[in-house]
């Protein structure tokens, strides 16, 4: 069983940045992480994820901008962003899953979500 929380979330600017993090309960070592966001009426979607031997992958709009890590002694997922752009405006969710494709929808432990708002 893995609990996660986020945290990093805020208002900023368009250009600006923000690192968002993800505290974990349990041992998330063997687990592929990721990040999901969702704007309101809008299925969630994968942002960029992590597997457990550090491969990374991203959504195509994020790419170059976000950089997904994790710390697995401290049991934190992290996603720096910067260049923010008003459509990165969403909550951002924080998952963990045991196996399955890293950009899938097979992830079954989530967090509450934080928001993010980027202004134009």
């Known amino acids: 069983q893995v609990q996660l929380v986020e945290s990093g979330g805020g208002l900023v600017q368009a250009g600006g940045s923000l690192r968002l993090s993800c505290t974990a309960s349990?041992?998330?070592?063997?687990?592929?992480m990721a990040w999901f966001r969702q704007l309101p009426g809008s299925e969630r979607k994968f942002v960029a994820g992590i597997t457990p031997g550090g491969n990374k992958v991203y959504e195509e709009s994020i790419e170059g901008r976000f950089t997904v890590s994790r710390d697995n002694n401290k049991r934190m997922l992290s996603l720096e962003m910067t260049d923010l752009k008003p459509d990165d405006t969403a909550v951002y969710y924080c998952?963990?899953?045991?196996?399955?494709?890293?950009?899938?929808?097979?992830?079954?432990?989530w967090g509450r979500g934080t928001q993010v708002t980027v202004s134009s």
């Open positions: 998952a963990a899953q045991a196996g399955g494709p890293t950009s899938g929808s097979s992830y079954g432990y």
């Open positions: 349990g041992r998330i070592r063997s687990y592929t």
